[in-house]
């Protein structure tokens, strides 16, 4: 009984020891957990709604649509409890020709957004390097 | 040739002042992705020509940008003013003129640079592989004079070839973006030129590889430094290697201003010359 006690303890010590280590927090638990994303969301739908260049290519989309589709993508891609279950980024983009430059203002837009977010700078980061492989999919399609 | 009328000089001034006075225009590219303008009026570090392509232009957009650039080490001082302009992120033409005083010698040396360059594939950002370029520099020597002197094989006139490698790494370290930079140069250059291309003791080409290093602190502040191979072709000078360290702000699309401790070495026989580096570039449409 005391030897399984000492034991148990020890093992408690063990991983209260290695928690800080263990359970580093994932990306969608620093942006705030579904909460978190849907600021940033709700501030990047703002931000594109007063942009001259970016607005044209939402005019016609269905926002909410946008919104919860957008939310699940961050989510998912900052490892949280989510599946992307929208269309693929390419079909997604058929039709809307976006070029180098509106790629990159989106991804300024999405900066300003988490700023405004709160989110810090190396945390954007991080999340911008999840989002970066999905340009080529968005891209002249 | 001394006090001749320099339409370059005046070209960049202009340039310079009508910053203050133009319309600006957004450009396509991310914040500080235009580099910095080095020594030779490319887009680069300070000291190294990178494969990023200067000013913003992205998609069809062109980017026209000035910039003037003073070192001051101990027994020289080095002012370069020039122009550059670039189009959709792909070609780069740009023109500088290095003023390079003697000290206790009233003697000036200046040189022309001519240079383009051409971004062959990736996007330093987003792609997996690295911005490729290639770039040149042709090099007009206004006062050879002291080129021929020390022995350079020729003293008007010059060309270098680079070949550059740029990436940057989105969230690389402790979650700040890294680029780095390595350039292979053929050159015949003695101190970029100013001393002539060629020399007595080797007179070919060399391949010289050039490295940079920088951090991003912020999507406007960079940190980071450079190291410069150069040939060693005469015989009565010995000649280093380039080396700084740098810190990099652009506060908007529309300027930079570089500071950077530059370690230039031993030239034209004083040795261990090195001080501040100031550049300015400002960037229009």
Known sequence: ?141 | MKGCFSPLKYLTLLGLGSLFSVPLLAQGRLLATSGVTQLEGAAGGGLVPWALISGYSEQDEHSLSAFTTRTDVQDFRLEVLGASWSYNNRLELSAAQQNFRLKNTATDIRQEVYGGKLRLAGDAVFTAMPQLALGLQHKRLLDGDTAAAVGADNDTQGTDIYLSASKIHLAALAGYNVLWNATVRASKANQMGLLGFGGDDKRSYQLLPEISALVLLHDGLAVGAEYRTKPDNLTAFREDDYRDLFIAWFPHKQLNLTLAWAQLGSIAGSDDQDGLYVSLTGYFQ
Do not use: W
């Open chain 1, 1 to 141: 009984m005391i030897r399984s006690l000492l034991c148990s303890s020890t093992l408690l010590m063990a991983t209260s020891l290695l928690n800080p280590l263990m359970a580093e927090d994932t990306l969608y638990e620093r942006l705030g957990g579904a909460e978190g994303i849907a600021v940033v969301v709700d501030h990047f739908i703002e931000e594109v709604s007063f942009d001259r260049q970016i607005y044209p290519f939402f005019k016609d989309s269905d926002i909410e649509r946008f919104r919860n589709k957008f939310s699940e993508q961050l989510c998912a891609v900052s490892d949280g409890p989510c599946r992307y279950s929208g269309d693929d980024m390419s079909s997604v983009h058929t039709g809307m020709n976006i070029g180098e430059a509106d790629f990159n203002r989106v991804v300024e837009l999405l900066q300003k957004a988490l700023t405004d977010s709160g989110i810090p700078y190396t945390d954007q980061n991080r999340l911008l390097k999840k989002l970066a492989p999905l340009r080529n999919d968005m891209l002249h399609r």
